[in-house]
């Protein structure tokens, strides 16, 4: 446990680190929302690219992880449309629990990944990435579109489509498999440029996820947050965990998707929420609660996953 615990303070130190800073302006609240745009937009797809277009993939390893990491997706996406049901959700609320149960971010699992084993975690992490990027999108924005239903509900099918074709991080996924699958190797200075960017990429996402949680956002409901909660930081890691049990995983392989279905929901989300007609207040308060609980519950999911697939 202590190990664990060592190895992934340093990430958890820098998004409390980027809270402090945004709380006390340094450098400035505008700095902080460039920062945000500069992650979307350049940081992570450039890691991304990176990653994907130069992974050594197995066909098994790539069978395998898709049921494992989609299977615990499937899960928590069904958990939060029914339980939205049973407890009579609105639209608005039931889309940010959705969002809350479903979503995962990723700039922490890759960093956590990479904490605990190196280039190689990171390798396993950015597959994972990849095979949840475009799904998770595609259901998200789908399932936000069907829940809202406003009365200008058709003009959410253009926006559905623009999302989608212009979200940097699917289109940054797509170039990586097609560079890899076309054995192209890497492309001179192309990937130099795209590695250094990705060097940056890490530390500087997990101060900006520390400067997007706010802790005013917490006078939320309670149902909302515990629905959204128990999907994403039980039933999502649960059936994964059956899921890798069932397979066989062990060792890294095994531990590295564990870390997604125990990391908190994207905070993306709110930007999503707002666009699109959710409940963005509550979206805020959802990332911020798990964000912090995550800071307690990560490590105890990583240190069980260990021991139950060595």
């Known amino acids: 446990m202590l190990v664990v615990l060592l190895s992934i303070a340093p990430v958890f130190a820098l998004i409390v680190l980027g809270h402090v800073l945004r709380r006390v302006g340094i450098p400035s609240a505008e700095f902080w929302n460039i920062n945000d745009?500069?992650?979307?937009?350049?940081?992570?797809?450039?890691?991304?690219?990176?990653?994907?277009?130069?992974?050594?993939?197995?066909?098994?390893?790539?069978?395998?992880?898709?049921?494992?990491?989609?299977?615990?997706?499937?899960?928590?996406?069904?958990?939060?449309?029914?339980?939205?049901?049973?407890?009579?959700l609105d639209g608005p609320v039931a889309s940010s629990v959705l969002q809350g149960a479903a979503r995962h971010n990723t700039f922490i699992a890759l960093a956590v990944a990479e904490s605990l084993y190196g280039g190689d975690g990171l390798a396993l992490a950015a597959l994972c990435t990849a095979l949840l990027i475009p799904v998770t999108n595609i259901v998200v924005v789908g399932g936000i579109v069907a829940l809202v239903r406003p009365a200008d509900s058709k003009g959410f099918g253009p926006l559905f489509a623009r999302?989608?074709?212009?979200?940097?991080?699917?289109?940054?996924?797509?170039?990586?498999?097609?560079?890899?699958?076309?054995?192209?190797?890497?492309?001179?200075?192309?990937?130099?440029?795209?590695?250094?960017?990705?060097?940056?990429?890490?530390?500087?996402?997990?101060?900006?996820?520390?400067?997007?949680?706010?802790?005013?956002?917490?006078?939320?409901?309670?149902?909302?947050?515990?629905?959204?909660?128990a999907g994403k930081l039980v039933v999502f890691p649960a059936v994964m965990a059956a899921l890798i049990a069932a397979i066989g995983l062990t060792g890294p392989v095994a531990v590295v998707p564990m870390i997604y279905g125990a990391a908190a929901t994207a905070s993306a989300g709110y930007t999503l929420a707002r666009a699109m007609g959710g409940d963005a207040p509550l979206m805020a308060g959802i990332i911020t609660f798990q964000t912090l609980l995550t800071m307690i519950t990560m490590p105890l999911t990583i240190v069980l996953a260990q021991s139950m697939f060595p």
């Open 163 to 229: 999302e989608l074709l212009r979200n940097p991080l699917i289109i940054a996924v797509l170039l990586g498999v097609a560079v890899n699958a076309a054995g192209i190797g890497e492309v001179p200075v192309l990937h130099d440029v795209t590695g250094l960017l990705g060097q940056a990429a890490l530390p500087v996402m997990l101060l900006c996820v520390g400067a997007n949680i706010r802790l005013a956002g917490l006078r939320g409901a309670v149902v909302p947050f515990a629905v959204a909660g």
């Open 37 to 88: 745009r500069l992650v979307y937009w350049v940081l992570f797809p450039a890691l991304l690219f990176t990653k994907t277009s130069t992974l050594s993939l197995s066909g098994a390893l790539l069978g395998d992880y898709a049921l494992v990491i989609l299977g615990g997706f499937a899960a928590a996406t069904v958990f939060s449309l029914v339980a939205g049901r049973v407890f009579k």
